[in-house]
Structure formats: structure tokens, C-alpha cells
């Protein structure tokens, strides 16, 4: 254990990021990496052709509120500038040919990684989520409904029954995102928890090339 804490001070050393060091990791420029429109990042994040598993489409475990409301959000994408984004089981399998700079680039031989939302294999028995998201208003909406193997204190959201996360972005001042999220019930009438916060975005730049 204290090799390895040796270890990872090393390479955050060789990042600056010891002892007040301004910076954490190196630059990356994200223009460069996805292009310069809104429509080159989502087409990263949305690609009309691929082979990866979508894990955010209905299935025999969805509830009826969330299959009716899933469907009014997929009617909107045709019209209202609303788009699903797809939800694949890694962070690998979303950022596909992004360009990371040799200091960001991980190296990995195992197959079977998965975000923790999508660590559950089983339908319906953990996380079952659908986000949609409008790039113009600069806000997203989750449909969220927990399997019994998240069960927790009674007065939460209720296993099996859908909640819905309603993401915006309030403001943007120079490298601070101010964002809120509530989660609440299909008729509004219950609210599950409210969250708001102060996000810092990195002016990343690309390495130059060699």
C-alpha cells in the first residue's frame, strides 16, 4: 500500500501536481478533439452508427410512466432540438476518438469495464436511465428508475417507480458553469432532492506536435 502511494506521488509529481502546483493534468484542447460546432460533439457522443450495446432504450423492466414519457422526449428530437444521448456501459465506449494527450491516455487490457450506473447486468434490478438533451437551452432531462438492488431507507424514490432529473445550466462566467438539478415526481408534486453547484471548466490545450 505504500509503494503504491509512492508510486502515484511520482506521477502526479511529473504533472505538477504536488504542493500547490497549478496545474493537474496536461491540456487538451477540446475544439480540436471533437471540432468547432456543437454538432461535432454530439455527433462524438451520438454516433448514428455503431456497434456498442445502447443501454438507454426501453426494455420489459421499464415502468409505463417511463415508456410514455420516453416517448414524448423521442417525439421531441424530430422537432424541438432535443436529442437522446445514448448510454454505453464505459467511459471508453463514449469518448472514442477523442485525441488524448499521452499524459491523459490510460492503457488497459481489461475487456469488461463499466461506468458504475451500468455495473448492474440485469434488467430492471439497478439503474435504469434515459437522458435526453437540448445543446440550445443548455439542459437536460434524466428519466431514472431504481431496481431493487438499490434499495434504501424507506421515503426515498420508490424502487420501480420513475423519477425525473431536470439539469440547467443557470450561467456561465469565464471558467465557472453554475448548475442545478431537482429530481422529482412525473406530476411534480413530489420532490425527491434539489442540488445546485459551482463547476470549474479546464482551459485545456492540445500538445503541440512533435
Known amino acids: 500500500m505504500i509503494r503504491r502511494g509512492f508510486q502515484a506521488a511520482v506521477r502526479l509529481g511529473q504533472h505538477r501536481a504536488l504542493f500547490g502546483g497549478p496545474q493537474v493534468l496536461p491540456r487538451l484542447n477540446l475544439t480540436s478533439a471533437f471540432g468547432s460546432s456543437t454538432d461535432s460533439l454530439v455527433s462524438r457522443f451520438c454516433p448514428e452508427k455503431t456497434d456498442l450495446k445502447d443501454y438507454a432504450l426501453p426494455n420489459a423492466s421499464w415502468c409505463p410512466d417511463m415508456l410514455d414519457l420516453y416517448q414524448e422526449f423521442l417525439e421531441k428530437t424530430k422537432t424541438d432540438g432535443w436529442i437522446k444521448l445514448p448510454s454505453f456501459k464505459s467511459n471508453r465506449d463514449h469518448i472514442q476518438g477523442l485525441k488524448l494527450p499521452s499524459g491523459l491516455a490510460v492503457a488497459s487490457d481489461k475487456s469488461d469495464w463499466r461506468i458504475f450506473t ?43 417507480s420513475l423519477a425525473v432529473l431536470n439539469v440547467h445550466v443557470e450561467k456561465i462566467e469565464d471558467q465557472k458553469l453554475y448548475m442545478s438539478c431537482i429530481a422529482q415526481s412525473r406530476d411534480q408534486q413530489t420532490v425527491y432532492a434539489k442540488c445546485s453547484g459551482i463547476f470549474l471548466q479546464l482551459q485545456l490545450e492540445e500538445e503541440s506536435p512533435q
Open 118 to 160: 451500468r455495473c448492474i447486468q440485469v434488467e430492471g434490478q439497478g439503474y435504469e436511465y434515459v437522458i435526453f438533451f437540448h445543446p440550445s437551452e443548455k439542459k437536460s432531462i434524466c428519466l431514472f428508475q431504481p431496481g431493487p438492488y438499490l434499495e434504501g431507507a424507506p421515503g426515498l424514490i420508490p424502487v420501480g
